[in-house]
Structures are given as structure tokens and as C-alpha cells.
């Protein structure tokens, strides 16, 4: 819905409803999303016995989604701004549930590697369109911390799936759950059409600023700032990929742990780092969105310490206690990094510009699952978790050359750091 059809003027109260009603819908769908996601990871060790597929094959599976999905980012983002958020949202859930129904009937790995790599572009439509519709429903002041309550469903979604992916597995096979899932987000689609609010008025979303300042698309997708952003985003997301894709394998292989008790294992750190990521939007928002550099560098350095601990665990829950504390401080930082564009783009680009920032995370969503997949082949679990450790501490050193505050996250061609 355009933006020329809301409403001239509005009380506090309904400002806080429709941002509220939009950050709950839009976590629902991000919930079914990573869900879908996290099922192929859990359901990797029953895929590849069933094919006789290697690890590199087996992350090559996890791989391809991504790929295509980060070759939809921006293209995605382009058509939200261009067409809306409402439609855009709808198609992609639909196409979505297609694909992840179609994962069920698959019948080799070139068949599921196709049906990935389409599913991919289902849920590359997504982001874009959801950055855009909070944009456009929420007040700048407040926006990171809807957006850290949205992104917070990412690792919610991480979370309960494995608990509800792995006796599913257990009682119905691995194809009839992608069924089961499949049913989930058609029933998220139609809520998000029925329920969606309209936008606010562009005073109160900031797309006034927008009309004033005149910021065309070509300078959002060629500003030093957006690709800043996107690469702090692709190091600092090597993490998020590469435990939810090569935990669950782990435990089962490493430690012995059953699918049960590895579904809980790996659903804990995820709801921590759920709550983290929430947290962390708000504190963002009132204490530090002038200062990210020093909520975010710290945070990431801390974190690569922990996943030093981690490694040296000597048992599976020593491991998982450590994998908590690390994900949970990573959680913290995840609005440090996404919070200054995402305050900073005004509502008519923002599903462009926060397309080419979720570049830079799905890139990590490439290279993650196929370079772990490889150096556990090679190596071990060791050496793949500790290419985690390096990418964190790289997040850490590309923090320190991004923008700070909003008047220096700039269109031109000259920017400031």
C-alpha cells in the first residue's frame, strides 16, 4: 500500500500499533524462513546417507540456496521500493512454500540442487521487501529496535527448529516435514496479507527527508557506505551460517549425541542469541547509534574469544555452553551492524539499500556451508570452526572503517568514515 494512501495524521498510540502489528506479522513470516532454512541442515545427515553424498556435497546443498538467494538481494530490493512491500512479500511466500514442498519429492542431488536454487530466489524476494515495509511502518527513532525485534525472529526460527524439525524427521521421514512446512507458510502468507497495516504518513516514517534530499537509486547502489556495511555484514554472518548449517553434523558425528538430544543442543544457543539480537536493537537505539563502533568491535572481539573456548571443550555440553555464550554476544552486536543503515536509508530506497547490504550477509551464506563442508573433508571440525573464529575477528577490523552516525552515512562520492 503507497504511501499517498495512509492517512494525514496520526495519534501516538496507532503509531505504536501499526509498528507493533508489522514487527509481529513480519517475525512470523522470518520465523517460517529460517525454519525452512534450518530443516536442510538438520535433515543433512538422513539426505546424504539416503545419496551417498560427501560433506562438500552435502554443503553444496546449503550452498547453492544461498547463492542464488544472494544473487536476489538487490533485485529484490529494487522491485519493493519500485512496487511495493505488500505484493512483493506475498509472492515470495508462495513461492517459497512451492519449493520447500517440492524438496520433499526431490529424487537425486541434481534434482535437489535445482529445487534449492529456485527456492532460493522465493526467499531472495523476502528481505528487501520486509526491510521495506518496517521502513515505511515505523518511526526512524525506533526503527532498530523493531528491526532487532524482526531480525531477533531470524534466530528464533533457528531455534525451535531443530525441536520441532527433529522428531519430525523422526515420526515422518525427512520429505513429509518439508511437506508439514510447506503447509506453515501458506498459513503465514494469508495472515500477512489480512493483517498488514497500512504505512505511515511520510513524516512520521521519514520519507519526507527522502523527497527532500533527492537520493536516487543509482548513488544508494553505488554509495561506499551501503558496500561498507555489506562487507562488515558478510564477515560478521560467516558465524550464523556456519553453525547452523555444520553443528547438528557435528554432534552427531563428533560427539554421538542422538538426533533428539542434538535438535536441543542446537536450538538453545539460537533462542539465546534470539534474545541477544532483540536486546541489542534496543540498547542501539538509545545508547548507542551515534557510537556503533564502539557497541560492535568489542562485542565480535569478544565473541571470537569464546569460539576459542569452544573449540577447546572437552565435552558436548561444555562445547554447546560455550557455542551459547558466543552466539548470544554475537546476537548483541547484530543491529550495531545492520541498525546505521538501516536508520540512515530513507524509506524510498531502503529495500534497494538494504538489499546490497544483504549482499554482503549472503555471501557468507555461500561461501560458509561449502568451505566448512570442505575442511572437515580435508581436516576437521576443528579447522572448520576455527575459519568461524577468523572471519569474526575480520568483522571486528572492517567495524572500524564504517560510518558512525547517520551525516556521515552519505550518497556521494566523497564519504566519511
Same mark, same amino acid.
Given at each position: ?337 545492520? *541498525? ?71 550518497? *556521494? ?5
Amino acid at each position: 500500500m503507497g504511501l499517498a494512501e495512509t492517512t494525514p495524521t496520526m495519534t501516538s498510540t496507532q503509531v505504536r500499533k501499526t509498528a507493533a502489528l508489522t514487527v509481529g506479522l513480519l517475525m512470523g513470516v522470518w520465523v517460517i524462513d529460517y525454519i525452512d532454512r534450518v530443516m536442510m541442515a538438520v535433515a543433512l545427515p538422513f539426505i546424504g546417507a539416503e545419496y551417498d553424498l560427501s560433506k562438500t556435497e552435502q554443503g553444496w546443498l546449503i550452498t547453492v540456496f544461498s547463492l542464488v538467494y544472494l544473487l536476489c538481494q538487490v533485485p529484490g530490493g529494487i522491485l519493493a521500493d519500485r512496487f511495493g512491500a505488500r505484493r512483493q512479500l506475498m509472492v515470495s511466500l508462495v513461492l517459497w512454500s512451492i519449493f520447500t514442498a517440492l524438496t520433499g519429492l526431490a529424487w537425486g542431488l541434481a534434482a535437489l540442487l535445482v529445487i534449492r536454487a529456485l527456492f532460493g530466489v522465493g526467499q531472495g524476494l523476502f528481505p528487501g521487501a520486509s526491510f521495506k515495509a518496517m521502513a515505511e511502518r515505523t518511526t526512524p527513532e525506533s526503527r532498530a529496535t523493531a528491526a532487532g525485534s524482526m531480525l531477533a525472529a531470524n534466530q528464533l526460527g533457528a531455534g525451535v527448529a531443530p525441536l520441532i524439525v527433529a522428531p519430525l524427521i523422526l515420526l515422518l521421514g525427512w520429505r513429509h516435514t518439508f511437506w508439514v512446512t510447506a503447509v506453515a507458510g501458506v498459513i503465514i502468507g494469508f495472515m500477512l496479507w489480512k493483517m498488514l497495516p497500512p504505512a505511515l504518513p511520510s513524516h512520521l516514517n521519514g520519507s519526507d527527508r527522502a523527497e527532500r534530499q533527492g537520493v536516487p537509486l543509482s548513488l544508494v547502489l553505488r554509495s561506499a557506505s551501503v558496500w561498507k556495511f555489506a562487507a562488515l555484514f558478510c564477515a560478521a554472518n560467516m558465524l550464523g551460517y556456519g553453525m547452523m548449517t555444520w553443528v547438528p553434523s557435528y554432534l552427531l558425528e563428533e560427539r554421538g549425541i542422538s538426533l533428539i538430544s542434538t535438535g536441543f543442543m542446537s536450538a538453545v544457543p539460537s533462542l539465546v542469541m534470539c534474545a541477544t539480537t532483540f536486546v541489542g536493537g534496543w540498547l542501539f537505539d538509545r545508547y548507542f547509534h551515534n557510537r556503533a563502533r564502539l557497541f560492535v568491535i568489542p562485542l565480535l572481539l569478544l565473541t571470537a574469544l569464546l569460539l576459542v573456548v569452544m573449540l577447546q571443550a572437552e565435552t558436548a555440553i561444555g562445547f554447546t555452553v560455550y557455542q551459547t555464550l558466543a552466539l548470544g554476544v554475537a546476537g548483541l552486536s547484530t543491529m550495531g551492524v545492520l *541498525g546505521m543503515p538501516f536508520r540512515a536509508l530513507p524509506p524510498s530506497v531502503v529495500g534497494s539499500g538494504m538489499g546490497v547490504v544483504n549482499v554482503g550477509g549472503q555471501v557468507a551464506g555461500v561461501l560458509a556451508p561449502v568451505l566448512m563442508g570442505l575442511l572437515v573433508d580435508k581436516f576437521s571440525y576443528t579447522a572448520a570452526f576455527g575459519l568461524l573464529i577468523a572471519t569474526t575477528v575480520l568483522a571486528a577490523l572492517i567495524a572500524v572503517i564504517v560510518p558512525q552516525r547517520p551525516e556521515q552515512f552519505t550518497f *556521494g562520492t566523497k564519504e566519511t568514515a
